[in-house]
């Protein structure tokens, strides 16, 4: 295991007087993620000019480097041995390191070495070329590629010691979450709104998920399956929370009030605005939908300007422009694809129009709130709404009031 | 609340909750110790084993060993007979998973008993696949998902007539205090379920013939003659002994009584005009399990609502709920795979009442009526 990681940060570069700021909240994150997986001991964060340091004791699991790669607004993670400030050190411990890595796969290698501090003696491109030269003589098998090399060993060199590592994980980059604002994530057990969820985290917005469960059209097990992808989803997150709303009542009451073709477009409406409901009690600025334009009858043009009147709040669509095949992908990125494809109950199948209205009419819309008031229905489905906290592993626990 | 789903399992008699609590306490010992209070429990289970031959009518000399399910007593018999991968095994597809997957898991012949609509046995195709290799027949008593009663005894007679060497075994899960049992002649093995007539979890029996032989499976301090090694569960079993005991008492006039209960409900659903088929006979069936088709509405839909009103039912066989859309019972039953999912099973207790029956027939229609109208 290794004792020390580089979490390097993305976008830094970008930024200006807020930049203390992004730093602290990314390293509250950082510091979270590493405290749930070495519960035993305390570990130490140092910033280190555009990157962290976290340095343990007992060492950090492939678990916890996974689990940092999926933190926002980290660019890439290193695991890395630590030697002292001795140029006669660097070469015995990438020998060392390599003679444990190298199978008979790997045959290319490259040598980047960087003195962040540049008070070291030696030239970065004079102990590249010598470390180079040496472990060419070392091991016969290697060849140098600088361009795309099997291995790429990375040396820096720090004011106090000298980090080596061999692996750069590639993380979710973008922004710290909180950094960029608070949404309501509208979340299904389809593949698209978990992915919506995902890119919004990764441009920097903490979440409350918000999911309408149309007990009794549907069952527990959607309700399970929507537990599983928000604790996918949870890992990208520095603690959020699920909103399970009681909707079948509500449902019920549209599906026999409205003209039938309507159907689908109200439920969606009535599930914006109880998303504006609960946006205005945690203070959230918008709402976040899986909408891919065109997808499907409720996300046309049309259908999609008239949802916008209806909410107060603006609603976010990181998808409106993704193909199904790309959000797919997606999916099986984050890992939220598995979890989709099972499949489940959907209310809407049961209460589904033939011919569901693909150019909604505002006004029609606008006289049907007007005579059927639902607000009280949706206050009263928010404040009876299962509650579940979710922290930084995925962990889902029951808020009970 | 109205429970109508004993099929699934039941609440457990005060009597047998009584004794089960009493025995925990008092027959603490382990039955195979020496001692005299080991000998003690050891004489409590030797006589519920009698009082249970006796309630299957069963004969004194042949053997019922107590363990810990139904479907540990189906793996016992089915896999325990040894058998070569030349025999000829005979099963029923719409059975309990229970007896079809440890006859899958055979490397023997295996041939499906034929069913006709309603569930019932193609006789004449059945009798007519058995030949000299046919070595053992798996069958229910009572199928647990449409209700289906089979005559085993004349099957069994009339099998053993053509090829007298073949072994029968019965699962009488859904039989045991709902019909009448007996097992003095043609059967060879028979399962009982504790939790299923008002038992604790836990607990099951197989009924042995004499003369038959078991390959052990399960190996270890010799008990239940050799053929089940576990320490002997004596509160469990005089808790299932007291639980049959009961559930025999009035067996007649309680089957009048359910099958009037079961005919009620079917009048009445029959006279709503919401759609509601019956496959299944109440001639060809237990009148302690009714299953029917709903029109077109998912029966797990249903099973929510009527939960809500505190009213409890299945949506098929707790074992096969999981696996959504295709029932392998129902589709050996001949009925179309596009409406498994609207099979919604109810289950009686001899304590069904008429109120709960007419309370029940109120409320799923009224959901039914609520959800056609959308």
Redesign the interface.
Known sequence: MYKHLIVNIDELWLKGKNRKHYFKTLREHVHLVIKAHNTEEKVRIKNDQQRLVAESETGFSKDCINSLAKVPGVSTVQPAISIEREKGLILPTIVEKLKGELGEKITTFKVRCKRVDKTFPYGSMDLQRELGHFLLKEFSQLKVDVRNPEIMIDVKVMQDNIFISTEKLKATGGLPVSSSGHVITMISGGFDSPVASYMMSKRGCKQDFIFFYAYPYVGEEVKEKILSICSVLGQFQKGCRLWVVPFGEIQNTIAKDCYEEYRTILFRKYMVETANLLARRVKAQAIVTGDALGQVSSQTMQNMSVMDKFSEKMILRPLVGFNKIEIIRLSQKIGTHDISVIPHDDACSLFSPKHPVIKADYVYMRNYSMEFDYTKLMEKALDESEVYRIDVLGECEEVIN | MIYLDHAASTPVVESALNIYINSLREDFANPSAAHKLGKASMKKVERARLVTLKALKASKKDNLIFLSSATEANNLAIKGLDLSDTDRVHYSLGDHPSTTEPVKSLNSQLVEIPLLDGGIIDEDSFLGSLDKDSKLVVLSHVNNQSGNRYDILSLAKKAKDLFPGIHFHIDGVQALTKVDINLSDYIDSYTISGHKIGAPKGIGALFIKSGVELQIQLHGGGHEFGLRSSTVNTPLILSFCEAITVGLQDLDTNFSKVKKINSLIREELKNSNLGITFPFSLEDTSPYILSFLLPEI?S??VL??L??KNIFVASSSACSSKA?GFNAGFNAMKIDQSKHKFVLRISFSKETSADDVATFVKEISNIIK??K??
């Open positions: 998912s797990d839909i929510r609502h939960e809500m959504k609520d959800i109208r959308l």
